[in-house]
Structures are given as structure tokens and as C-alpha cells.
């Protein structure tokens, strides 16, 4: 009887670190390739990848946010899990010759569609910690960097869609230090590195 009381008070894990972990290794390795430090044939490794980790990892942590009432977890990490279904699918499609491949203007359209997405998000983050804030401000910017470079665009001489993969890097980089920072402060049961205070209280 103790027993099934200490586990029915023990606190729910937090999804979140899942989530970000998921979304920022997968972000990383395909940035790599649109900022051209890897060949265009290393998608082939982004394509299981994007499935598994980008893609289930942040569908689990989803639902999970689901369990926990976590609205905006919810939404965002079930998102962009199937945001990375759709890249994996369309690209694996292509690949498999069932699909063609599509015209650049209509990814453009659709990344830049995502960066509307994402703008929204990033809003309802001032009500966050600053570091989620700072993973969605580079994510918008990111996808808005890409669909122009899918239009053909440049930048000062620089491909928008290179500009697009090195803030990539950057957004992949923060969400995986915001998820280390959250199992960190889990694990040691108290704040040892601060999240920030939201910038709408």
C-alpha cells in the first residue's frame, strides 16, 4: 500500500529535453547539407533520421506534453515531429521515383509557410523561458532564409538557402544545450542553470 503511494506521487517526467533533442540533432545534420559543409548526397542519412528521432522522438514528447496539459509543448513538438515525416516522405518518394520531384517555388512556398507557422509560435514563447524564446526566434528566421533560397535568392552574394543552413546550425545547437540544460536541472532536483525568466511575465 506505501509502495503504489510513493509511485502514485511520483512527479511525471519532463518530455521537453526529448522533444528538443529530437529536433535539434535531426536540424543539425540536415543544416550541414543546406549550409553546404556536407554533399547534397548525405540527405540519404537525414531521411531515417527525420523518421525516427526528429520525427517519433518529438510525436512521444507530444503526446506526452498532451498528458501533462502542456498546450504549447503539444502543438509544437507534434508539429514539427511531422513536419520531419513530410521531409522524409518527400524526400524517401522522390528517391523511390513514385513522386516527382517538385518545383523549387513550390518548397519555398512551403517552408515559408512553416516560417508563418513558427513567427506564431515564437510569439506565445515571450510568455516562456528566454532560452525556448531564442530557439524560436532562429527557427523562423531559418525557415524564412530557406524558402527564399528555394527562390533563388542571394543575400550580399550568399546563397539565402546557405545563410538558411548555418542558422540551422544555430537553432539545432540551442534547442540540444536547452534540452541538456532541462535533464540537467532534473537530475540534480534543482535550477543549476537558469532557463531565463519569460519576457512577458
Known sequence: MATAAIVK?????????????GFGLTTIVLSAINAGLLPHEAVAVVVPLAFAYGGVAQ?????????????????????????????????WSIGAGWLKAPPASAVAVTLLAWGAFTFLLWIVTFRSSRAVWSIFLLLWITFLFLGLGDFGLTLGGIRCGSIGG?????????????????????????????????IIR
Open 59 to 91: 510525436i512521444i514528447a507530444g503526446i506526452l506534453e498532451f498528458r501533462t496539459g502542456n498546450t504549447f509543448g503539444m502543438v509544437a513538438f507534434t508539429s514539427y515531429g511531422l513536419f520531419w515525416w513530410w521531409f522524409a516522405f518527400l524526400q
Open 9 to 21: 506521487n511520483q512527479p511525471a517526467a519532463n518530455p521537453a529535453p526529448l522533444g528538443l533533442a
Open 166 to 198: 548555418y542558422l540551422g546550425l544555430l537553432t539545432g545547437i540551442d534547442a540540444l544545450l536547452v534540452a541538456f540544460i532541462e535533464v540537467l536541472n532534473a537530475v540534480a532536483g534543482r535550477t543549476v542553470v537558469p532557463l531565463g525568466d519569460p
